[in-house]
């Protein structure tokens, strides 16, 4: 089962939460004292213009960067200072604005790279690729089919990423997030630099691993269309601070959201 | 095997127990599900499809009725197939891209109550239509993500229903009850209905009976000696007659293995790892392989090029008359033994073709150089004619008589004759018995006689007595001075060329012949890449003027060759274009058999045909597109114009 740090957090209920935060570098205040949080088995998008604090703020979730102030809560523990691999110990997977991905590996050896923190045998059983490693090779590799088949991406299985075009190189990207079976994923604008099909197909896959795997999901996007039908909640940041928070229909509706996409009139 | 094969089963349930009996243990489908060949036998096929029809029947399927199938090659579908027809029911199958529209039309026609479709996708598609399908009552679905939160007061999955037969099946008067079924059915019952691409207006369904159509896949198992020890990857669509004849009909018949590749897109990687030995493709599938090849060899280290070039030197001068049989110098063997080893071997490897014993190709004229490089690597590539009518076949090259310009005598048991207006009339064992619904066009199609017309205008070839297809009778036009005027003998002229994926040629009840062509993407794209050519779209490289400059060459070269036919030499190419955008099956503008529909393009591109005979240089054109949800949007371009020169034609005497 997943190897996950603290006890089991129900549908609905507070998954993850983010109190008063701030996070400056030097002088530059990238998140001033926000708080929010993250329902189990929603999906939550965080929105905001450019430089508004979005990937520092997924970043401060994804244990990479420690806020100054304010605390994280996961699972009901306060979360102590950490590194990214902590918090994939304890079940967040994130995929990247531009696109990580070991470019000389296949897509099959990519999403099981995803699979690592839950390999249990040891050293020497897997440099013989022998006894216990196989037999949980062979378990790890019908989980990578069962995405592999779920992101439709089998003609790719056995191509080198570095030269998949941009929109598989995303879908193989998550592939990987989902081999961790996480229980919080991160996207950070999963769907940058696509076109409106594939735009549609992320979407759907989206859905997918939200419905399919329960995975509770937290986004960052620009597309507001895409973002309006996806998510339960929406989260807006502008300069670091926190100007809205609801179900896309409120946020919509704010008056500060309004005036920070399309300016002030003075 | 037994030349008599069919012995005993006039329908396609008993032949599926026949195969249980004698090739029990013998694969019959295979399916790459997670990564892995998954295999049924037939006595397991038989169990599932006994079990699936039961089930069908509990959920009110009856004789007589027909069930939609919507999707891709996949076991469950062909099995909805097999258990409909173990029912009685007749299973119409529907083009699994086929839009929303496309899609309603065949459902209501064929008045379906049920429809067994592949996954969300053709359940969401059905659904968006669901008010023009008033009968349609249940859905049942192989793929179940993302089905469920749907309301399944209307759905069913396929596993679901073959369980349910299964705990039934268990009494003993059920399974007599089925045996009884079976064996109420007749071989003169319909076994499908398939509905036809539509070249010409909406498709029709094309009704078939069980006895002929195992009686028509009976000669051909036999003629090109299929066994149960063949193997057959069905990646073609599975509402297209060739599948249901080439991997349905004829692996009921001969008992051979149907493989199901483990998605659309897997296709080629899936040739290469079950290695089929019948193998099927349109000219169009050959020439974009070939087309890959060659690109991926002009990126290839100089020495395999250069070994690569040399003996495909060899095969092309060796090759065939080896295949052939005919006689070559012991040295030349060699060296062309030599290429099979360093190449042609490989090569055959790469594309899946290693066992393959026989491979066909029909559909579309075939280009000669495309034909023949097959055939020199040493594929086994042989042309046939056929319609949907037929039940395929109505002409196939025996092994031995093969040319690339003629589709072969008629098949054993057919009967061709050419009409006095040059149109092809056929009689064969597979003919079907009439359009579903439709005495009308049946009648329209059928001689008193009962012979069936083509609609496709060709001769026999007096050197070999095969069969000659020049063009479709009524699109056999006169220029205005009298000149004949076959359009898709010029247009396939032009498509031999690799740069070239589509053409339009227009003359009927005009001065002179004009064309509109399509670029291939991945011929012309690879060529911009290694001279520089920059573009940012499909219909900025069409409209690149040292495109232009490539395809006017062609499109000379092809004025020449029809110069030097006294007959068509008054039907040169005098102007041509590059169309903005390629023509798609989505647009109505080709059919999912991709062949040109004339009378649409005449119409949804009439500016430009009135810019090519106006004289104009250039002209705007601004077209509707249909994605592939259904969504429209808009392309404008402006289209330039080339002027051709034409060659005269040689002195009467000596063009024979």
Partial sequence: ?266 | MAPNVAAGADTFPKLLIRNANIYGARPAMRHKDLGIWQTWTWSQTLDIVRAYAVGLHRLGVKRGETIAIVGGNRPKLYWSVMAAQMLGAIPVPVYADAVADELAYVLAHAEVRFAAVEDQEQVDKILSVVKRVPKLGLMLYDEKRGLRDYDHSRLRSIDEVIKDGRNVLDDTAVAAWLDYEIAASKGTDPSIILYTSGTTGTSKGVVLKNESSIRAAADTVAFDKLTENDVALAYLPLAWVGDHYLNYAQGMVSGFCTACPESPDTAMTDLREIGPSFYFAPPRTLEQLLTRVMIRMEDAGFIKRRLFHYFIGVARRYGERILNGESVPPNRRFLYAIGNVLVYGPLKNVLGFSRVRIAYTAGEAVGPDLFSFYRSIGLNLKQLYGQTEAFLYVTAQPDGEIYSDTVGPACPNVDIRIADNGEVQFKSPGMFSGYFKDDAKTAEVMTPDGYVKTGDAGFFDEKTGHLKIIDRTKDVGKLNDGTLFPPKYIENKLKFYPNIREAVALGDKRDFVAVMLNIDLTAVGSWAERNNVIYGSYQELAGHPLVYDMLEKHVSEVNRSLAEDKVMAGAQIKRFLILHKELDPDDGEITRTLKVRRGFIAERYAPLIKALYDGSKEADISTEVTFEDGRKGTISARVKIRDMKTVAAPAMGKAA
């Fill in chain 1, 1 to 266: 089962m997943r190897a996950t740090g603290g006890p089991a957090v129900a549908v609905g209920d507070v998954l993850l939460s983010v109190e008063n935060v701030s996070l400056s570098f030097g002088g530059v205040k990238a998140v001033s004292d926000v708080s929010f949080d993250i329902r189990k088995g929603e999906i939550r998008a965080i929105i905001g213009p450019n430089g508004a604090g979005k990937t520092s703020m997924l970043n401060i979730i994804n244990g990479f960067y420690h806020p100054q102030k304010g605390r994280i809560i996961f699972k009901g523990e306060t979360r102590a200072r950490m590194r990214p691999h902590d918090a994939a110990y304890g079940g967040i997977a994130r995929t990247f604005q531009n696109v990580a991905l070991f470019r000389g590996m296949t897509a099959l050896d990519n999403i099981m790279a995803g699979r690592t923190l839950k390999m249990h045998s040891n050293f020497f059983w897997q440099l013989l690729r022998y006894g216990p490693a196989m037999r949980e090779e062979v378990d790890h590799r019908h989980r990578v089919e069962e995405i592999i088949d779920f992101l439709k991406i089998q003609e790719i299985r056995r191509v080198q990423v570095g030269r998949l075009p941009y929109g598989l190189q995303k879908r193989v990207e998550l592939g990987r997030a989902l081999a961790m079976e996480p229980e919080l994923l991160l996207l950070d604008e999963p769907m940058a630099g696509m076109n409106l099909e594939e735009k549609e197909d992320m979407s759907r896959f989206v859905l997918d691993v939200n419905d399919y795997y329960g995975t509770t999901i937290a986004l960052i996007e620009h597309d507001m269309g895409v973002v309006m039908d996806l998510s339960d909640r929406v989260v807006v940041l502008d300069h670091g601070i926190k100007i809205a928070d609801g179900t896309p229909d409120e946020v919509k509706q704010s008056e500060a959201v309004v005036d920070a996409y399309l300016g002030v009139a003075h």
